[in-house]
Nanobody, 124 residues
Framework: QVQLVESGGGLVQAGDSPRLSCATS????????MGWFRQAPGQVREFVAA????????SYADSVKGRFTISRDNAKNMLYLQMASLKPGDTAAYYC?????????????????WGQGTQVTVSS
């Protein structure tokens, strides 16, 4: 089992640069590819960013490319999402996810484990 706990959300202003964190515990964190997904009210969950198990490969949704940065610290079992230039359209619940298969995580949102989510609300 892998437990994922997100933090860092809240009410922010447009243009702010908050950082989301995902603390993990359980089985070997460094074996898992990790990702961030988000879900706005009334919308389906969508891919935001993914990072390979060793951190060497990352990918982003077009909507956040150039504004968000995903990173991980395998020594601390932590995943991060640095957000910048936030817009009201970024308002959503943000979830971290862990998967042994990077491609399935990135392309199919198929994760082995999901966190409970942290709400990010961007006001204009």
């Amino acid at each position: 089992q892998v437990q994922l706990v997100e933090s860092g959300g809240g009410l922010v202003q447009a243009g702010d640069s908050p950082r989301l964190s995902c603390a993990t515990s359980g089985r070997d964190f460094s074996a898992y590819s990790m990702g961030w997904f988000r879900q706005a009210p009334g919308q389906v969950r969508e891919f935001v960013a993914a990072i390979s198990s060793n951190g060497f490969v990352t990918s982003y949704a077009d909507s956040v490319k150039g504004r968000f940065t995903i990173s991980r610290d395998n020594a601390k079992n932590m995943l991060y999402l640095q957000m910048a230039s936030l817009k009201p359209g970024d308002t959503a619940a943000y979830y971290c996810a862990a998967a042994l298969n990077y491609a399935l995580l990135r392309n199919g949102a198929r994760a082995d484990y999901w966190g409970q989510g942290t709400q990010v609300t961007v006001s204009s």
